[in-house]
């Protein structure tokens, strides 16, 4: 199990940037696929991006496409979620997520992930 351990949340208005870090624990973290997630209240857990340990294939929601990027420094054992262009309607918990290590296929649900952070919360004011 990897531990995971978000950053970066906070109060915006709109068409601000934030940039959400997660670090990771442990020596297996450049194997494994991470993912970004969020929760709206009263809404299900909501897939944003991924990110392949293999070749650093990227993978968004058509939500966020265009506004957001996910990267990774294995070095630092680290992903990152730089958002711009912030609108109301992703306020949300931001939820940092862990694959298996040398997971071959790179998942867009939950279900996808093994490890997960406590969250961060993201408010965007209109």
């Known amino acids: 199990q990897v531990q995971l351990v978000e950053s970066g949340g906070g109060l915006v208005q709109a068409g601000d940037s934030l940039r959400l870090s997660c670090a990771a624990s442990g020596r297996t973290f450049s194997t494994r696929n991470m993912g970004w997630f969020r929760q709206a209240p009263g809404k299900e857990r909501e897939f944003v991006a991924a990110i392949s340990w293999r070749d650093g294939s990227t993978y968004y929601a058509d939500s966020v496409k265009g506004r957001f990027t996910i990267s990774r420094d294995n070095a630092k054992n680290t992903v990152y979620l730089q958002m711009n262009s912030l609108k109301p309607e992703d306020t949300a918990v931001y939820y940092c997520?862990?694959?298996?290590?040398?997971?071959?296929?790179?998942?867009?649900?939950?279900?996808?992930?093994?490890?997960w952070g406590q969250g961060t919360q993201v408010t965007v004011s209109s």
């Open positions: 997520a862990a694959g298996d290590p040398s997971g071959m296929v790179v998942r867009t649900t939950p279900l996808g992930f093994r490890s």
